[in-house]
């Protein structure tokens, strides 16, 4: 059976549609003030899109049982989910264990979180000596599986059971994994959060995040996606159930063509290094997005330079190749003390022969 029907299936279809209608609307009317009045107090019915859409609903509805997860939330972002979850979750005297890694977003928000009381331990996610010492008497242990940047992959089971050990809530940012690569929720993690911009929307045509979980902590962080404003819109959520549907071979397709990169390059003498996650005990199979070392700064740009179908963009997780010198985001590499010569790569969807040799030209410069 295919663990994935249901990315493909949006029922009901009462005229058959291959494609679901749109709920593109501000906010839903009513007969009575009565029957508004219940849909605000029950949530039973939609009422304003800033609180519940149809369209968003469906979106969410996918993702929780992508991840085997009760519920799920959009967000207008992968950093409004972040931010939501944790404003809901944590007050001022709270600590959090951040193992890193992180995307340079969750690390800049964590490091201003200071200024409402709230402190973060920040630790390499392979130092689990260091992060279980840390565990006691903090509320959250914030995850990447694998890390931004150094593709790392933790111990996601025993860093979940330290946390619950310790009384402390887990969440990870399973971006990279999206729902196919990895489960993190049958690793004991409380709540998965993903940025739903990269491979759930696959096209590069959407801003997106979601969380999903438990509904008593749903429950928790809904309040503050519906004050802040950071709800997703209804046009967005279609681009993503769209997106779905090819959610499984994207990714087969994205991590069959980063394996043949990074096995070329890691033969490569102008190489130093390759930052590429290997399936093993967590990852079910390998994702598009890897890092290379070159000698330097310099090395670095000539080299992303003259690559011509990897694009130089930030994000990730959609159709066309892009490259990234961590030199051109000075204040990441200055946090975590990245060396000058790393680039960050995604495989697309191109041809990978096509990739392979834009590669190895670009690479004859630096020889
Ligand atoms: N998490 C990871 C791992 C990311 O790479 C990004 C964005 O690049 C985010 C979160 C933030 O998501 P968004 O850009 O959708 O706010």
Not at 241 to 252: D, E, F, I, Q, S
Not at 328 to 350: C, D, K, M, N
Request: glycine residues 8%; neutral net charge; hydrophobic residues 45%.
């Amino acid at each position: 059976m295919d663990p994935y029907a249901f990315l493909l299936d949006d029922e009901p279809r009462p005229l058959g549609e291959a494609a679901p209608p749109i709920y593109q609307t501000s906010l839903f009317a009513f007969d009575t003030v009565e029957e508004l009045e219940k849909a605000m107090e029950t949530h039973a019915a939609p009422y304003y899109s800033r609180v519940d859409n149809p369209t968003v609903r469906q979106f969410e509805e996918k993702i929780a049982r992508l991840e085997h997860a009760e519920d799920a939330l959009a967000f207008a972002s992968g950093m409004g989910a972040i931010a939501a979850a944790l404003l809901a979750l944590l007050r001022p005297g709270d600590r959090v264990v951040a193992a890193g890694p992180l995307y340079a977003g969750a690390y800049h928000l964590l490091k201003r979180l200071a200024a409402w009381g709230i402190e973060t331990t920040f630790l390499d996610a392979r130092d689990l000596e260091g992060i279980q010492a840390a565990l006691p008497g903090a509320k959250l242990l914030y995850l990447e599986a694998p890390t931004s940047y150094t593709f790392a992959v933790p111990p996601v089971l025993r860093l979940a059971e330290a946390a619950r050990a310790a009384g402390a809530l887990s969440l990870i940012d399973a971006t990279y994994t999206a729902g196919i690569l990895a489960n993190p929720r049958a690793q004991g993690v409380d709540l998965v959060l993903h940025s739903a911009s990269k491979f759930f929307s696959g096209h590069s045509d959407t801003v997106a995040g979601v969380v999903a979980g438990d509904r008593a902590l749903l429950d928790r962080i809904r309040p503050y996606r519906t004050l802040l404003g950071a709800k997703l819109g209804p046009f967005e959520a279609w681009l993503l159930v769209r997106g779905l549907r090819t959610l499984p071979l994207r990714l087969a397709r994205h991590g069959e063509t980063a394996s043949q990169l990074a096995d070329y390059l890691e033969r490569h003498p102008a190489v130093r290094r390759v930052y590429f996650p290997r399936p093993g005990k967590y990852l079910r199979g390998p994702g598009s997005l890897f890092g290379v070392e070159l000698a330097d700064e310099k090395a670095a740009r000539a080299f992303a330079n003259a690559l011509k179908h990897f694009k130089k963009g930030v994000s990730w997780g959609g159709h066309e190749s892009l490259a990234l010198p961590l030199a051109a985001q000075p204040r990441v590499r200055e946090a975590y003390g990245f060396p000058g010569g790393l680039v960050r790569l995604h495989a697309g969807l191109e041809d990978a022969g096509a990739l392979l040799k834009d590669l190895e030209h670009a690479l004859e410069i630096l020889t």
